[in-house]
């Protein structure tokens, strides 16, 4: 068990719609990654927090938003969903300060867009 | 791209045998990291190399780093069914860049 958790596991909804998933991460971890994994694009990063601000953005759509609240835990909002949005979405978080650079990842959410 | 590449994309060995996956890399690095993901589930974190070191250790894990080559290889030595999984390589680029970013895997089948 990494000790993040991700909610919900699995998502299914349908074109058009928006979702939030959901991210806590490891305790005392101030940094919180997303990244989008699908077969065709591999495992791509999306945007990083650090103690609540933004710290990088990769590959992530106008549709795509996320935050990181005081808690730090994360959420990552998808809307106008598509059907090429339907992907593995995995959270990972990190501290610098201890573990350096290295991510430890949560088991993901299925998303299914129909 | 500061993508890494993995090689081969797939590998199948027999029990006990040795595999070894290579990554190659375009631009400069702070680190290179390897994971390890089991079908469908949470990468793990199996092992760091920073710029200035050539080779490292963890159990049966061989990590190697050549930074004038831009490549590294994992090695798993005597292989076990459970370590069938997919394995990456991410580069941690630093220089203000903050972004781990991952390649495509290696899908490595361990047959008993």
């Known amino acids: 068990d990494s000790g993040v958790t991700q909610t919900p596991k699995h998502l299914i909804t349908a074109t058009g719609q928006r979702v939030t998933l959901r991210c806590s991460p490891r305790s005392g971890d101030l940094s919180v990654y997303w990244y989008q994994q699908s077969l065709d694009q591999g495992l791509q990063f999306l945007i990083q927090?650090?103690?609540?601000?933004?710290?990088a953005k990769g590959n992530i759509l106008e549709r795509f938003s996320a935050q990181q609240f005081p808690d730090l835990h994360s959420e990552l909002n998808l809307s106008s969903l598509e059907l090429g949005d339907s992907a593995l979405y995995f959270c990972?978080?990190?501290?610098?300060?201890?573990?350096?650079?290295?991510?430890?990842f949560g088991s993901g959410t299925q998303l299914s867009v129909l | 791209s500061q993508q890494g590449e993995e090689d081969p994309q797939a590998l199948s060995i027999q029990e006990g045998e040795n595999a070894t996956m290579n990554c190659s890399y375009k631009t400069s690095i702070n680190n290179l990291q390897w994971y390890r993901q089991n079908s469908g589930r949470g990468l793990v974190h199996l092992i760091l190399?920073?710029?200035?070191?050539r080779e490292k250790h963890s159990g049966r894990l061989r990590v190697t780093l050549d930074t004038s080559k831009k490549s590294s290889s994992l090695l798993i030595t005597a292989s076990r069914a459970a370590d069938t999984a997919s394995y990456f390589c991410?580069?941690?680029?630093?220089?203000?860049?903050?972004?781990?970013?991952f390649g495509k895997g290696t899908k490595l089948s361990v047959i008993p």
């Open positions: 990972a978080s990190s501290d610098p300060r201890i573990s350096g650079e290295k991510l430890f």
């Open positions: 991410a580069i941690f680029s630093g220089a203000g860049s903050y972004q781990l970013t």
């Open positions: 927090y650090y103690n609540g601000e933004e710290r």
């Open positions: 190399i920073r710029s200035n070191e």
